[in-house]
């Protein structure tokens, strides 16, 4: 992995370009603590950062999703949204697994994260419109309620 990533990471250098590496389940680099190590044993290049699959957070972290989010803090470069159950790696709408929105935006939004964040749903092409939807109200939703809390102190 070390040898096969090190010339992307050089070529991708040499253009300014950041490279995120997604933490997979049931891969080689399946959690943040291993795409931390692969980063270490590169050298932790500046240009080298994570994408977290907010799912994933749920169904294979050791530890709880926002702990995971504030764990990754900095390095994050990019943000898939989905919600999934624990052990099972199946991407779900929002509101239909285990995640707790709130909680991981909340996190998110602490480690200063100002990119992009996208809704991953593979199986759901069928549905794109009214899955958008609902993925955007449940969004909306989760920042509204964190905007009240946080207006509240």
Do not use: K, W
Not at 84 to 100: C, I, K, N, Q, Y
Not at 108 to 133: D, I, N, Q
């Amino acid at each position: 992995m070390v040898d096969g990533l090190g010339p992307v990471l050089d070529l991708a250098a040499g253009l300014g370009t950041t490279v995120c590496f997604e933490p997979e389940p049931g891969m080689f680099v399946a959690t943040l603590d291993d795409a931390l190590e692969l980063r270490r044993r590169l050298g932790e290049p500046e240009h080298l950062r994570i994408t977290l699959d907010l799912g994933h957070l749920v169904c294979n972290e050791p530890r709880s999703p926002a702990d995971t989010v504030a764990a990754a803090g900095t390095l994050i470069g990019n943000v898939q949204v989905d919600d999934m159950v624990r052990d099972v790696h199946e991407h779900l709408e929002l509101g239909t697994g285990e995640l707790d929105l709130d909680a991981v935006l909340a996190a998110l939004l602490a480690t200063g994260y100002t990119g992009l964040a996208s809704v991953e749903l593979p199986r759901h092409s069928h549905a794109a419109p009214a899955v958008a939807r609902s993925s955007m109200a449940a969004l909306q939703a989760s920042l509204s309620r964190l905007d009240q809390s946080l207006g509240a102190r």
